[in-house]
């Protein structure tokens, strides 16, 4: 991992080099992966199906791994719902209008689940290990995020050297893991123009934290407001149907 000013580099790589991408269904996970694949990397992805309220965002992940042609894509199942606390997990409502935002010291939201990079990151250091994939990929950015202490720089660099004390594979010698988040710095309409440029179609993922029975989003939930904006940066419409700001909730 680089230090926090820098912004991770990768590559070039070996078409026979592997990598775990850690895909979430939404923008920033689908454009890590089409970064690591452009890169050379033969891209192995996962999944988390951890109860979570927007669970369409799996499917999402599901064609998005098809639509990049990736090398292979699992999903792990991992009830989170057992220990409550966060409002992806539990019955507790998701803040909308941008309500995590508001106040001179803005609050790490309810939506929030501890911890939400941890988790996943740690997942495929054992499946890494068998095909001695050594590199892995995350959609983590600490730009426009809503405010999760594990989307940060120095985050990813201490999980790095976790893993290098904590897997057998670094121990012996046969290689040193690598976090790469190619997203971090950037701001949400930068990773869209980011994604234009790769030719990706954002029709396939799924941002919301909220969505209706029709897996529709809300366009209210702090990921809805942050797309919203991204898309605006960019210049560029968003190919979901995002229900007006002034429609009724």
């Not at 599901?62 to 990049?68: M, V």
């Not at 068998?130 to 426009?144: E, H, K, Q, S, W």
């Not at 120095?154 to 046969?174: D, P, S």
Request: glycine share 8%; proline share 10%; net charge negative.
């Amino acid at each position: 991992m680089t230090s926090p000013r820098e912004t991770p580099k990768y590559g070039p790589r070996k078409p026979a080099d592997g990598a775990v991408i850690l895909l979430s269904g939404g923008l920033d996970s689908y454009t890590t992966a089409a970064l690591a694949r452009d890169a050379g990397y033969t891209c192995h992805a996962l999944t988390v199906l951890y109860g979570q309220r927007h669970a369409c965002e799996v499917q999402a992940a599901r064609q998005i791994a098809q639509n990049l042609t990736l090398a292979e894509h699992k999903i792990i199942e991992l009830d989170l719902r057992t220990f409550g606390g966060s409002a992806l997990t539990a019955d507790i409502p998701v803040p909308k209008e941008g309500a995590s935002y508001r106040g001179p010291h803005p609050q790490i939201p309810p939506t929030y689940f501890p911890p939400p990079n941890t988790l996943p990151l740690s997942l495929p250091l054992p499946w890494a290990q068998t095909p001695r994939v050594f590199d892995l990929f995350i959609g983590a950015n600490a730009v426009d995020y809503s405010g999760y202490p594990d989307c940060r720089a120095e985050f990813l660099g201490c999980f790095e050297g976790l893993a290098n004390l904590a897997t057998k594979a670094a121990v012996e010698g046969a290689g040193r893991f690598r976090i790469h988040a190619p997203v971090l710095f950037l701001t949400k309409g930068q990773i869209i123009l980011q994604g234009r440029n790769l030719d990706l179609d954002y029709a396939l993922t799924h941002s919301c934290y909220d969505p209706d029975e029709q897996g529709r989003p809300c366009g209210r939930c702090d990921s809805c407001l942050i797309r919203r904006k991204g898309f605006d940066e960019a210049h560029l419409r968003d190919p979901l149907d995002f229900p007006p700001l002034d429609a009724p909730a």
